[in-house]
């Protein structure tokens, strides 16, 4: 059994979607299919795992499950996946193209044994799977005499709104 976790429920849409086009039949675990699925491969958001996790059947389900596949893998959002015994012997893919995580937050390296960087921005463009990048930009607004937050050393949103908020920002954006 595959079981891919997202947390959204924008991504989850968007792999049951990929799965349809596919003619494939996934079960979908979210707030509106409340029981436990029995496909082979299914879909949940990681909310509402995290919500049922109490269940037996849940839990049951889970035990179950032979690979399971995190999207998004760079978020927290699947701590209590990846801490709890129920994976602890089976297999974890989790795919990102943000493989790195800063701060506090729990390191790759606790979860993963491998990370591998499969494709490079620049070979999507070349393989015409995304389109080359047009940048545009602007002098940035003169940020001396904002105040910063003492907390975490950033500028305040609303001084910077405010400072970025003015016509000739955003002059020529749309054309």
Request: hydrophobic letters at 35%; charged letters at 30%.
């Given at each position: 059994r595959v079981l891919i976790v997202s947390n959204r429920s924008k991504l989850l849409k968007q792999t049951n979607s990929t799965f349809r086009a596919l003619?494939?039949?996934?079960?979908?675990?979210?707030?509106?299919?409340?029981?436990v699925p029995t496909h082979l491969c299914s879909v949940a958001t990681?909310?509402?795992?995290?919500r049922r996790m109490s269940r037996a059947d849940m839990q049951s389900y889970l035990r179950s499950v032979d690979l399971l596949i995190i999207d998004e893998a760079h978020g927290q959002d699947y701590n209590f996946l990846l801490e709890c015994d129920i994976f602890r012997d089976k297999w974890v893919l989790g795919v990102t193209a943000t493989p790195f995580r800063s701060g506090k937050q729990r390191q790759f390296g606790l979860d993963y044994f491998?990370?591998?960087?499969?494709?490079?921005?620049?070979?999507?463009?070349e393989r015409n799977f995304i389109c080359q990048p047009?940048?545009?930009?602007?002098?940035?607004?003169?940020?001396?005499?904002?105040?910063?937050?003492?907390?975490d050393g950033d500028y305040i949103d609303s001084q910077l709104f405010r400072r970025y908020d003015t016509p000739k920002v955003y002059e020529g954006l749309i054309r």
């Open positions: 003619d494939m039949d996934v079960g979908i675990i979210d707030t509106k299919n409340r029981g990681s909310q509402t795992v995290q491998h990370i591998v960087e499969v494709v490079k921005f620049t070979k999507l463009v047009r940048y545009f930009t602007r002098d940035a607004p003169d940020l001396s005499g904002l105040d910063t937050d003492a907390r």
